[in-house]
């Protein structure tokens, strides 16, 4: 039986590894983490992550062919492939601080596998990581091999948050890069049959180790930079009257440039865009690369402009100041369907908002409060340490409140704010919720999900990102 180990049970150790299990019922595959607390979560009946479809698939695999397991030497030590799938977050401090992803975790990781091992295995690179840093990978690994043979595989994943499991079971293509050596093309022929059990072969691409590397990067940067591209143009729409989505739809129209990925929004989140373009902006420094690597550092700038830009309308509006205001927060996860939290445009819309002394409260269907105090009340180089590694324990927010409700939020508040598209804001009854407001009651809707024309109609003086402006905000300055 073949066995697969996977190092980090996190938002792509966890679904992966499920569906590579419930796909393949004759492999064995064991998640280990370090992080014990999630080892638990995975084998209870609260999982660590929600995503929609994951508790079906792990329900049926696990304690059959899937285990989740503290153990991760011993589970690496009985491996054929291992899977690394740690953190990989930008560096907050030393050589390429702010930009380089921080390999830490993987290089412990690479250190411990070839600690343990005592057969030949297949190391597949899972996280995101730099490129060449297979090679480096490889030294780590051939330096203390102890005479065991060890073939590097580069498998970066593709899978966004909230549509895990489908974008797993039906991928758009798997990439497997290798040595092009025979071993090398041997290893990417064992991870293929892996894949090969539901992916038809022609979408399982098969490329040399930094091609896949640049690849992951490549795509990230281009999705990003799409929606970078759309939030530029929002802004033009609110400068002319032109409607942003109207732009996103006749554009879209046109099958070279396609019609996904062209919502506007208060700003992209999530950990993966702003750390993989930081981490290809000083790959490009560091080849000398100074013209490529401004060209992608000006898709993170706009993405901060946007969301200064969300904060600077809400303020301007509401007669310049927010202060003892209470402001409602419509969703704080970075995209609908999903808890998490890393880099969501929320945390930088309501420090913005804090900052000008408002009262927030914030209400999410999936992320508690714990965690959304945590957030705001964190510096960012805590954030992104795993939570055991941690050094400062979060201290509330005192002008924050979190509410399990979304017309709970809005009592007796001025605004609202709609920071993640959250299907459930589209069907509330605003007019009950405009009923409970001060007035004038103002909603900025930072993800275009309310019907702005209904919404105006009721009473409410609506902003709603790339949309003609509401004569309240026509002549106010769109920077204040
Ligand atoms: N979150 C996402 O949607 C996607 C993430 N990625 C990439 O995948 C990688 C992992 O991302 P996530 O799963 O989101 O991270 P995560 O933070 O949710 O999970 C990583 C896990 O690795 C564990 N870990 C760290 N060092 C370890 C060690 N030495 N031994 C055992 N466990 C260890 C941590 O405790 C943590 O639970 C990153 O490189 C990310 O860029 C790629 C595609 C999608
Ligand atoms: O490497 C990763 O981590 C992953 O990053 C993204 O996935 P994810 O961040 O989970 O979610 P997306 O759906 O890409 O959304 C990212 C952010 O962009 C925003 N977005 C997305 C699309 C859009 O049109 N407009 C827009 O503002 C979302 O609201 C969200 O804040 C990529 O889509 C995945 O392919 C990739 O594997």
């Not at 109207?246 to 700003?267: C, E, M, W, Y």
């Not at 459930?424 to 275009?448: C, H, S, W």
């Amino acid at each position: 039986m073949v066995k697969i180990c996977c190092i980090g049970a996190g938002y792509v150790g966890g679904p992966t590894m499920a569906v590579i299990a419930m796909k393949c019922p004759e492999i064995e595959v064991v998640v280990v983490d370090i992080f014990e607390p999630r080892i638990l979560a995975w084998n209870s009946d609260h999982l660590p992550i929600y995503e929609p479809g994951l508790e079906d698939v792990v329900k049926q695999c696990r304690g059959k062919n899937l285990f989740f397991s503290k153990d991760v030497e011993k589970h690496v030590a009985e491996a054929d492939i291992v899977f690394v799938s740690v953190n990989t977050p930008t560096k907050t401090q030393g050589l390429g601080a702010g930009k380089a992803a921080d390999l830490t975790y993987w290089e412990s990781a690479a250190r411990m596998i070839a600690d343990v091992s005592k057969s030949d295995k297949i190391v597949v690179e899972k996280s995101t990581v730099p490129v060449k840093t297979a090679e480096a990978i490889e030294k780590i690994l051939t330096h203390n091999s102890r005479g065991i043979n060890f073939q590097i595989l580069s498998n970066p994943e593709f899978l966004a948050e909230g549509t895990a499991i489908q974008d797993l079971f039906n991928p758009d293509r798997v990439l497997i890069g290798g040595r092009e050596s025979p071993e090398g093309q041997k290893a990417i022929e064992a991870l293929k049959d892996v894949y090969a059990h539901w992916v038809p072969v022609e979408r399982i691409l098969c490329t040399n180790l930094w091609s896949a590397e640049l690849s992951k990067l490549a795509a990230n940067a281009f999705l990003a930079q799409r929606i970078s591209s759309v939030n530029a143009m929002s802004a033009l729409c609110e400068a002319t009257g032109a409607d942003v989505s109207q732009v996103s739809h006749a554009i879209g129209k046109d099958t070279r440039i396609g019609p996904k990925f062209l919502n506007a929004s208060v700003g992209f989140g999530g950990s993966c865009f702003q750390k993989d373009i930081l981490n290809l902006v000083y790959i490009c420094e560091c080849n000398g690369l100074p013209e490529v690597a401004n060209y992608w550092k000006q898709v993170v700038k706009v993405n901060e402009y946007q969301k200064t830009r969300f904060v600077n309308r809400v303020v301007s509006s509401m007669f310049n100041t927010v202060s003892g205001k209470k402001i409602a927060i419509f969703g704080f996860a970075f995209k609908k369907d999903t808890g998490d939290t890393r880099e969501t445009p929320a945390i930088g819309v309501c420090q913005g908002l804090l900052g000008d002394k408002a009262m927030l409260s914030i209400y999410d269907p999936q992320v508690p409060q714990e965690q959304i105090q945590r957030d705001l009340s964190m510096h960012k180089s805590e954030l992104d340490k795993p939570p055991h590694l941690r050094a400062v324990s979060p201290i509330a927010v005192e002008q924050v409140s979190c509410v399990w409700d979304a017309y709970e939020a809005t009592k007796g508040a001025h605004g609202i704010c709609i920071l993640t598209e959250w299907d459930e804001f589209k069907t509330l009854d605003y007019q009950k919720i405009y009923d409970d407001m001060q007035k004038p009651a103002f909603v900025f809707d930072g993800r275009n999900v309310v019907d702005v024309d209904q919404l105006r109609q009721i009473g409410f003086i609506v902003y709603s990102i790339g949309k003609p402006l509401d004569a309240w905000l026509k002549d106010m300055p769109a920077v204040a």
